[in-house]
């Protein structure tokens, strides 16, 4: 009797261990599926704009275009960090979406980034300004963490 009664414990045990698998293995592929939504979005949204600027392009016309969609955009610095120290100007940011930020931080956030060179060097090295004559060196996918511990 004592058997049977483990027995019928331990199946039902499995039982709830193998649904349990299952349903994280579901919902990990739709997961997935979203994610891949989420960078074809991404994707479409960069052709877009890659498509309309085109590097060499000023700082004026590519930022009046933005505003001609509507696009709200931000700006900062060195989006390529390997310039941090050779450059001045500011980077533009439009954010097209957000993904799942790790524990220790609160934002994982995706923006279309349009990198711009200096038109004007200036004297001193930690000082940044957008000039109209930038020009676009790039537009690109930026993914940056937020509110991070």
Not at 24 to 51: D, M, N, T
Not at 125 to 139: I, M, N, Q, R, W
């Amino acid at each position: 009797m004592r058997f049977t009664h483990l027995k019928g414990i331990l199946l039902t045990s499995l039982a709830i261990v193998v649904a349990g698998i299952f349903v994280f293995g579901v919902w990990r592929e739709l997961s997935k599926r979203a994610q891949r939504r989420r960078e074809a979005v991404y994707q479409s949204l960069l052709r877009e704009y890659s498509q309309a600027l085109t590097p060499g392009m000023n700082r004026k016309e590519v930022e009046d275009y933005l505003r001609g969609r509507n696009a709200k955009f931000q700006q900062t610095c060195c989006v390529d960090s390997n310039e941090t120290s050779k450059r001045h100007s500011w980077d533009d940011l439009i954010k097209v979406g957000e993904e799942d930020a790790p524990w220790y931080c609160s934002q994982h956030n995706v923006y279309v980034a349009f990198q711009f060179t200096d038109h004007a060097k200036l004297e001193t090295l930690y000082e940044f300004k957008d000039d109209d004559f930038d020009a676009l060196k790039g537009v690109t996918l930026y993914h940056t963490l937020e509110g991070c511990l």
